[in-house]
């Protein structure tokens, strides 16, 4: 049996860059000493979640790639030995900026890169003001582990990115996230909120009979302009297997290093009972790529 360990390191961030990063190492470094082989990271780890304000100070934490964050991450896929996926705010040009996942080999090479193709923009989340949409595609990428179908946070809700990695040959669904709630939300929309994340994913992972690792950042993260109370980021990163089924998950408020083993070969045998990709009728979905249907 083909079985792979991987990390996830769902941890709380704060405004200082080099704390931050030393404690990512000190996650990494526990997960890889635990026999991990592939570790994920949450969406823009580096810093906290600046897209609760429209502010052009914070183009200063975009990096260019290769750069500074790339060549500190190249450095600890290589001294562990493992494939790291990294969430990094990029700078490509002046005034053009991506939000992009790079993943790195274990020999510390840059294995590939994804740009975030769906850019939110909804209160505490102004996304579109500092990213534009990824212009790379639904490209996975090629590792020593696997072929990996790396997404970000709110591609994470359309089902049509998870179905072409997978037709691309994707053997991993993985999303770096950063979602959380508004403390003025009531329990119960914070509930429906977190149920409605974790079950388009797991949809995902049945629709196209493929493992889904989701990892999402944890934390109170103060809106610096006052007028919210702050993103509460709910946790809750897990691995679901291909039919769905949660394998592994994290609390919604604590920090945690996630060491799950996920069998590489079960999706070929979901596969083989569940023939979605033999049925569908291609034939028929040229509307899909309509914006609306009148």
Not at 235 to 249: K, L, N, R, T, Y
Request: glycine share 8%.
């Amino acid at each position: 049996m083909r079985k792979i360990k991987v990390g996830l390191v769902q941890q709380s961030c704060t405004p200082n860059l080099e704390y931050n990063l030393s404690k990512l190492y000190e996650n990494i470094k526990v997960l890889a000493q635990n026999g991990a082989q592939l570790v994920v990271l949450q969406e823009l780890h580096n810093s906290l979640y600046f897209c609760q304000v429209e502010s052009t100070d914070n183009f200063d934490l975009a990096e260019p790639i290769p750069g500074p964050s790339t060549g500190f991450y190249s450095t600890i896929a290589r001294e562990f030995g493992i494939v790291l996926v990294t969430s990094l705010f990029e700078k490509r040009a002046a005034g053009l900026y991506h939000n992009t996942a790079v993943v790195f080999e274990k020999d510390g090479s840059i294995a590939g890169k994804y740009r975030k193709m769906h850019i939110p923009d909804d209160p505490a989340y102004y996304e579109k003001f500092y990213f534009t949409p990824g212009d790379l595609g639904f490209e996975p990428i090629q590792t020593s582990v696997g072929k990996l179908g790396v997404q970000v946070c709110w591609d994470q809700w359309y089902p049509e990115g998870a179905r072409l990695m997978a037709l691309k040959g994707a053997e991993l669904l993985i999303y770096p996230t950063a979602i959380g709630y508004e403390s003025s939300d009531t329990v119960e929309e914070q509930t429906r909120q977190r149920e409605a994340w974790i079950t388009v994913q797991r949809g995902h992972a049945v629709a196209n009979g493929l493992p889904v690792i989701a990892v999402n950042r944890v934390g109170l993260e103060p809106d610096p302009s006052g007028q919210t109370n702050g993103i509460s980021f709910w946790g809750s990163s897990f691995v679901a297997g291909p039919q769905g089924e949660i394998i592994a998950q994290a609390p919604i408020n604590k920090e945690m290093n996630m060491l799950v083993e996920i069998d590489m070969e079960r999706s070929e045998n979901v596969r083989r009972w569940w023939p979605f990709l033999r049925d569908r009728r291609i034939e028929k979905f040229g509307d899909l790529t309509k914006r609306f249907i009148d």
